[in-house]
């Protein structure tokens, strides 16, 4: 078994990984799961707008 060989069972066995990775992502069964991830980042999760950083001037 020579060098070309073994390169070509990696590639192929890394396009068949990418196959499954593909029909994983793509399946029925995960498009609830991925649509929450992607709804992650407008989820508000209790942070308030103002954090305390900057002191407030109560002059009254």
Known sequence: MDISTLRSIFT????????GVWIWA????RK???D???????????IPAHTGTQKENNHE
């Open 32 to 34: 609830q799961a991925f």
């Open 12 to 19: 192929v066995l890394i396009f068949v990984t990418f196959i």
């Open 36 to 46: 929450e991830a992607a709804n992650l980042p407008f989820v508000e999760d209790g």
């Open 26 to 29: 793509w399946s029925s069964k």
